[in-house]
C-alpha cells in the first residue's frame, strides 16, 4: 500500500496490528453520525473512523504516516472509543500480524480505510491552526504572563538594569542563532530583548513567567505552536538561573568585597550612592542567557520533534 505524504511517497506494509471485529463493527455503527456531522458519505465515514483506529492501535503505520491523527473524527467519536492511548497501553502495538483474520470479513470497509490513512494533521499542526485562528488572544495571553512575572517580581526593573538586560538577551540570542546557521530571526532577536529586559533582576519564578509568557506572544504573533518553544523558555530559565546567579555572586565578592551603600557629594549640596560594580551582574546575565538559549533550543526541538 503506498500513500503519498508532503509529496513523499510512504510505503506501508499490510499485514500489521490490525482491528479486531467488535472495533469495525463500531465504525460501522458510527459511520451515520460522523457523517452527519461532517458532511461526508457514510462509507467514507467509515473508512476515516478504522483508519484512525488503525493509526492508534498500530505503532507501523503510526510511523509511516508521520505521527498525524484525524482530530475531527477523534471530536466526534471520543478517543475512549478508538484506542487513542494504544501506544501505551494495548499489548498488540507492535504485533503487526494480530488480528489479521478479521480483515477478509471486512475487506471493502478496510480497503476504504486504507485510502484515508493520510486524513488529518499532527498535533502540532493541530495547536499551530488553533493559534492561528486566535492570534490576539494568545498574544494577549503571553502578555499577561510577563506582566504577571514582572508583578511577581515587584515591578519593573530600573532603566539602567532593563537597559543592560534587553543589551545581553538580545546579543546573547543572535550569536546563538549564527551558531547554529539558522535564518536570522529579526523578532525572535526583539523578543529577547524584551524578555531581558524584563527579567533583569530578578527572581526565578518571574524569570520563568516572564520567559515562558515571551515565547507564548511570540508564537502568537507569528502563528506557531507554541508548546515547544514555551517549554524551551522554562527549562532554559530553570538551568540558567542558578548557573548565572552563581558566577554573580562569585565575581560579586571579588569586585566587590567591601562594597557598602555609602553616599558621595557630587557638588552644589547634591550627594548620589556610590554604586558597586555592575560587572558581576552582567557576567551572571550573559551566562544565564547563553545557558538558557542552548538549553532552550535543544528541548524546544526534542518537544518539536527535530533534531
Given at each position: 500500500m503506498?500513500?503519498?505524504?508532503?509529496?513523499a511517497?510512504?510505503?506501508?506494509?499490510?499485514n500489521n496490528r490490525q482491528?479486531h471485529?467488535?472495533?469495525?463493527d463500531?465504525a460501522k455503527k458510527?459511520?451515520?453520525l460522523v457523517a452527519?456531522?461532517?458532511?461526508?458519505?457514510e462509507q467514507?465515514a467509515?473508512?476515516r473512523i478504522i483508519?484512525e483506529?488503525q493509526?492508534?492501535?498500530d505503532?507501523q503505520t503510526?510511523?509511516a504516516?508521520?505521527?498525524?491523527?484525524?482530530y475531527?473524527i477523534?471530536?466526534?467519536?471520543?478517543c475512549?472509543n478508538?484506542?487513542?492511548?494504544?501506544y501505551?497501553?494495548?499489548p498488540q502495538?507492535a504485533n503487526?500480524d494480530?488480528?489479521?483474520?478479521w480483515i477478509?470479513?471486512n475487506?471493502?470497509?478496510?480497503n476504504?480505510?486504507?485510502?484515508?490513512?493520510?486524513?488529518?494533521k499532527?498535533?502540532?499542526?493541530?495547536?499551530?491552526g488553533?493559534?492561528k485562528?486566535d492570534p490576539?488572544?494568545?498574544t494577549?495571553?503571553?502578555a499577561?504572563?510577563?506582566?504577571?512575572?514582572?508583578?511577581?517580581g515587584?515591578?519593573?526593573?530600573a532603566l539602567?538594569?532593563?537597559?543592560?538586560?534587553?543589551g545581553?538577551?538580545s546579543s546573547?540570542?543572535?550569536?546563538?542563532?549564527?551558531?547554529?546557521?539558522q535564518a536570522?530571526?529579526?523578532?525572535s532577536?526583539?523578543?529577547?530583548a524584551a524578555?531581558?529586559?524584563a527579567?533583569?533582576?530578578m527572581?526565578?519564578?518571574?524569570s520563568?513567567?516572564?520567559?515562558?509568557?515571551?515565547a507564548l506572544t511570540?508564537?502568537?504573533?507569528?502563528?506557531?505552536?507554541?508548546?515547544?518553544?514555551m517549554?524551551g523558555?522554562?527549562a532554559?530559565?530553570?538551568?540558567?538561573?542558578?548557573i548565572?546567579?552563581?558566577?554573580e555572586?562569585s565575581?560579586g565578592?571579588?569586585?566587590?568585597?567591601?562594597?557598602r551603600?555609602?553616599w558621595?557629594d557630587?557638588?552644589?549640596g547634591m550627594?548620589?550612592w556610590v554604586?558597586?560594580?555592575?560587572?558581576?551582574?552582567?557576567?551572571?546575565?550573559?551566562?544565564?542567557?547563553a545557558?538558557?538559549e542552548?538549553?532552550?533550543t535543544?528541548?524546544q526541538?526534542?518537544?518539536?520533534?527535530?533534531?
Amino acid at each position: 500500500m503506498t500513500i503519498r505524504r508532503n509529496n513523499a511517497e510512504v510505503i506501508l506494509v499490510v499485514n500489521n496490528r490490525q482491528l479486531h471485529q467488535s472495533e469495525y463493527d463500531l465504525a460501522k455503527k458510527n459511520a451515520k453520525l460522523v457523517a452527519r456531522k461532517l458532511g461526508i458519505r457514510e462509507q467514507e465515514a467509515e473508512g476515516r473512523i478504522i483508519a484512525e483506529m488503525q493509526r492508534n492501535s498500530d505503532q507501523q503505520t503510526a510511523a509511516a504516516v508521520g505521527g498525524i491523527h484525524d482530530y475531527q473524527i477523534r471530536s466526534v467519536i471520543g478517543c475512549q472509543n478508538l484506542n487513542c492511548n494504544g501506544y501505551k497501553n494495548d499489548p498488540q502495538y507492535a504485533n503487526h500480524d494480530a488480528n489479521s483474520e478479521w480483515i477478509a470479513p471486512n475487506q471493502e470497509a478496510y480497503n476504504v480505510a486504507q485510502t484515508q490513512l493520510d486524513q488529518g494533521k499532527t498535533y502540532s499542526d493541530l495547536v499551530a491552526g488553533n493559534i492561528k485562528k486566535d492570534p490576539v488572544g494568545a498574544t494577549l495571553a503571553g502578555a499577561g504572563m510577563m506582566g504577571l512575572g514582572v508583578v511577581t517580581g515587584a515591578g519593573l526593573p530600573a532603566l539602567g538594569t532593563a537597559v543592560a538586560g534587553a543589551g545581553i538577551g538580545s546579543s546573547v540570542n543572535g550569536v546563538g542563532q549564527m551558531v547554529v546557521g539558522q535564518a536570522f530571526d529579526w523578532f525572535s532577536f526583539v523578543m529577547a530583548a524584551a524578555t531581558g529586559a524584563a527579567s533583569s533582576g530578578m527572581g526565578l519564578i518571574p524569570s520563568i513567567l516572564i520567559n515562558t509568557g515571551g515565547a507564548l506572544t511570540g508564537s502568537g504573533v507569528q502563528g506557531q505552536n507554541p508548546n515547544g518553544a514555551m517549554a524551551g523558555a522554562a527549562a532554559g530559565t530553570a538551568m540558567g538561573f542558578p548557573i548565572g546567579s552563581k558566577i554573580e555572586g562569585s565575581l560579586g565578592n571579588m569586585m566587590n568585597p567591601w562594597y557598602r551603600q555609602e553616599w558621595k557629594d557630587v557638588g552644589m549640596g547634591m550627594s548620589v550612592w556610590v554604586p558597586k560594580s555592575a560587572a558581576p551582574s552582567w557576567a551572571g546575565n550573559a551566562a544565564s542567557g547563553a545557558v538558557q538559549e542552548v538549553t532552550g533550543t535543544k528541548v524546544q526541538k526534542t518537544a518539536e520533534g527535530k533534531k
